[in-house]
T-cell receptor, first 109, second 113 residues
Framework: GQNIDQPTEMTATEGAIVQINCTYQTSGFNGLFWYQQHAGEAPTFLSYNVLDGLEEKGRFSSFLSRSKGYSYLLLKELQMKDSASYLCAVREGDYKLSFGAGTTVTVRA | IAGITQAPTSQILAAGRRMTLRCTQDMRHNAMYWYRQDLGLGLRLIHYSNTAGTTGKGEVPDGYSVSRANTDDFPLTLASAVPSQTSVYFC????????????FGPGTRLTVL
């Protein structure tokens, strides 16, 4: 089974950087995903890490340390449209994902 | 290409009634999933299907059933709805590539009174 922890809420200023941490415990790690979910909408895929290290995609980066059971999502140059929930999800085995409760990020002007 | 569609968008249902939530994908993905999302609990897997003709139980399967007669459709049925099944339901499918990324439908907001 999974135990996935991430902060409930974070607030940051437009143009700033925010780092969302995710810790997990699993018996068979097979990949970690980050999703973005705007209020009232479906989750959309942001990033995928299966090996240790940093994956960069434009303003968003995701880091993974398998030995520490730790990941973070880094959002740079924050924009108002980045206000959303960010979901950390861990795959154990071939198909199934387990999700954290999500981190709500509020970007202030 | 629509991706994943769900119907209805929202529904208010009396307790004890039977309800089927529909999910259709046109991406020819083998695997499909049903989640419910409740405030503070995140997305929880109800049932999944690795390929047409097979289904499996997720984290919270009680009170729900699914079928997978073909690749495109994956309906979720509540045989006798109860108020605790009030939630937002998301259907997803995954592409089977290295990351096997899951893509989500727009969701169905269900209220059971």
């Amino acid at each position: 089974g999974q135990n996935i922890d991430q902060p409930t809420e974070m607030t940051a200023t437009e143009g700033a950087i925010v780092q969302i941490n995710c810790t997990y415990q699993t018996s068979g790690f097979n990949g970690l995903f980050w999703y973005q979910q705007h209020a009232g909408e479906a989750p959309t895929f942001l990033s995928y890490n299966v090996l240790d290290g940093l994956e960069e995609k434009g303003r968003f980066s995701s880091f993974l340390s398998r030995s520490k059971g730790y990941s973070y999502l880094l959002l740079k140059e924050l924009q108002m449209k980045d206000s959303a929930s960010y979901l950390c999800a861990v795959r154990e085995g071939d198909y199934k994902l387990s999700f954290g409760a999500g981190t709500t990020v509020t970007v202030r002007a | 290409i629509a991706g994943i569609t769900q119907a209805p968008t929202s529904q208010i249902l009396a307790a004890g009634r039977r309800m089927t939530l529909r999910c259709t994908q046109d991406m020819r993905h083998n695997a499909m999933y049903w989640y419910r999302q409740d405030l503070g609990l995140g997305l929880r897997l109800i049932h999944y299907s690795n390929t047409a003709g097979t289904t499996g139980k997720g984290e919270v399967p009680d009170g729900y059933s699914v079928s997978r007669a073909n690749t495109d459709d994956f309906p979720l049925t509540l045989a006798s709805a109860v108020p605790s099944q009030t939630s937002v339901y998301f259907c997803a499918s995954s592409d089977g590539r290295e990351a096997d990324t899951q893509y989500f439908g727009p969701g169905t907001r269900l209220t059971v009174l």
